[in-house]
């Protein structure tokens, strides 16, 4: 059996297509030691940490309508100046609490809420404070900033993960008293969105614990989503059509370069067969098309597993990059 760290992509509607990646991991005997994710793929991490398999995975999500996290009062569905007016008042067209309930309840099938019910270091989601322009890797950090991450709520640590910019609401993170004495309530909080906007495949995240060479080595692969609608330009007509390009090029091409250079000896390449990011309305055919092209893709990476190649090329980078 082959153990290994797998940090997942964030993409949207698209995250099926990394659980069919997974149910090529598992038919290939692949078990994951600790899983990482940013947005979409925090959700995928989360619930493998929590115990799912891809089969039941596959289940949830071809079983769930994505339009029934887009809620909002019936106000702010007036036509142009409603939405206009959320953004205005909430930073966001939607709030983004319809989908941490909904994981929350999945999560909670497995008898998993906070991240002490989980092993200490199996989940690791990466999210945007933007209040201080740094990435929050998460559980960890939160006890840096005086919160006990042991009780912190898993479904919220992923909704924060999946809070993409303007689309919905940030998560305000709100900091211990000792932290902001004397503060004006409204700076007592952090703004956090979605981690795509530093980080949308942070493969580094174990790359310290991975350069033993003793016969401990844990590999890192990453599964990431391919394409980006690179043949289908967007059709900018207005503010909220130059809103959704921008966000959807924010969460395809971000760490692009990385990929390319340094982590294509470990990264499963799943085209996404031009689904956008923010296609809430995905048919039932279009997602088993994309889990059918995860779990393609995965199998040909894992057909052609070497572990030997894996460490002489995880090596040969790891001593370039430090």
């Given at each position: ?36 994710g ?23 999500i ?45 999560l ?61 609401d ?6 211990p ?76 091409a ?8 340094e ?7 799943v085209?996404i ?50």
């Open positions: 059996m082959l153990r290994i760290n797998g940090v997942f992509q964030g993409g949207g509607v698209r995250g099926i297509s990394l659980v069919g990646a997974v149910q090529a991991a598992e038919q290939h005997a692949v078990q994951f030691e600790r899983v990482a940013t947005s979409s793929g925090s959700i995928v991490a989360s619930l493998i940490a929590a115990g799912y398999n891809a089969q039941e995975m596959k289940n949830i071809m079983d769930t309508s994505f339009t029934k996290f887009l809620k909002r009062a019936s106000i702010f569905n007036i036509s142009l100046i409603g939405p206009a007016l959320r953004i205005l008042l909430k930073k966001g067209l939607y709030s983004g609490e319809a989908l941490e309930d909904w994981l929350r309840g999945v909670k099938t497995k008898g998993i809420q906070t991240f002490k019910d989980l092993p200490s270091g199996k989940l690791t989601i990466i999210a945007s404070d933007i209040t201080s322009g740094k990435i929050l890797v998460l559980p960890d950090d939160l006890d840096k900033l005086g919160i006990k991450s042991a009780d912190f709520d898993v479904a919220h640590a992923v909704r924060m993960s999946c809070s993409i910019p303007y689309f919905f940030p998560v305000l993170l709100r900091l008293p000792k932290m902001v004495v004397g503060r004006p309530f409204a700076e007592q909080f952090d703004h956090i969105v979605d981690g795509a906007l530093l980080s949308n495949l942070p493969l580094w995240l174990f790359d310290q614990e991975g350069t033993r060479t003793d016969g401990g080595l844990i590999p890192t692969v990453g599964f990431q989503m391919v394409g980006k609608n690179s043949n289908q330009p967007h059709n900018i007509k207005g503010p909220f059509s130059m809103l959704q390009a921008l966000v959807e090029t924010m969460l395809s971000h760490d692009e370069r990385y990929i390319e250079q982590n294509r000896y470990r990264t499963i390449k085209p067969l031009g689904v956008s990011p923010t296609e809430f309305n995905i048919t039932h055919e279009e997602s088993l098309l994309l889990y059918e092209s995860g779990l393609r893709a995965g199998t040909k990476f894992f057909s052609d597993w070497s572990s030997q190649r894996y460490e002489e090329e995880f090596i040969k980078y790891f001593q370039q990059a430090f």
